[in-house]
Nanobody, 123 residues
Framework: QVQLVESGGGLVQYGGSLRLSCAAS????????LGWYRQAPGKQRELVAS???????NYADSVKGRFTISRDNVKNTVDLQMNSLSPEDTAVYYC?????????????????WGQGTQVTVSS
C-alpha cells in the first residue's frame, strides 16, 4: 500500500509563513510528479504547485513569488514553503503524487492523495 502523510498546517496571521510537508511511504517503484492542491469552502480543488522528478516546477499565478515547492527524491518527500500568506490562501491543502508500482514486471502509474491539512490565515 502507498500512503501519503501530510503535516505542517495550522493557523497563521496575515503576512505569516507556513511550511507543509508530505511523505510517501509503502511499496512502490518510483515517485514521479508531486503536487500540492488546495480546496477552499465552496470552491473546486485547484493546483497550487507541482514539481517533476527532475525538479521542474509549476505554480498557480496566485502563489507565484510567495510559495516554493521542493522535493527530496531520496526521502520521497515534497514540501511547500508558503510566505506572505493572506486570508485568500485559507483552504485544505492536499498532496498528490503520481507513483509507479511494479506488479509481475509491469509498471503501473497511479495518482495518490494525502488526507489534507487545514491552513487558516487570519486577517
Amino acid at each position: 500500500q502507498v500512503q501519503l502523510v501530510e503535516s505542517g498546517g495550522g493557523l497563521v496571521q496575515y503576512g505569516g509563513s507556513l511550511r507543509l510537508s508530505c511523505a510517501a511511504s509503502g511499496s512502490f517503484f518510483r515517485v514521479n510528479m508531486l503536487g500540492w492542491y488546495r480546496q477552499a469552502p465552496g470552491k473546486q480543488r485547484e493546483l497550487v504547485a507541482s514539481i517533476t522528478s527532475g525538479g521542474s516546477t509549476n505554480y498557480a499565478d496566485s502563489v507565484k513569488g510567495r510559495f516554493t515547492i521542493s522535493r527530496d527524491n531520496v526521502k520521497n518527500t515534497v514540501d511547500l514553503q508558503m510566505n506572505s500568506l493572506s486570508p485568500e490562501d485559507t483552504a485544505v491543502y492536499y498532496c498528490k503524487a503520481d507513483i509507479s508500482t511494479e506488479n509481475f514486471g509491469y509498471l503501473t502509474n497511479r495518482d495518490y492523495w494525502g488526507q489534507g491539512t487545514q491552513v487558516t490565515v487570519s486577517s
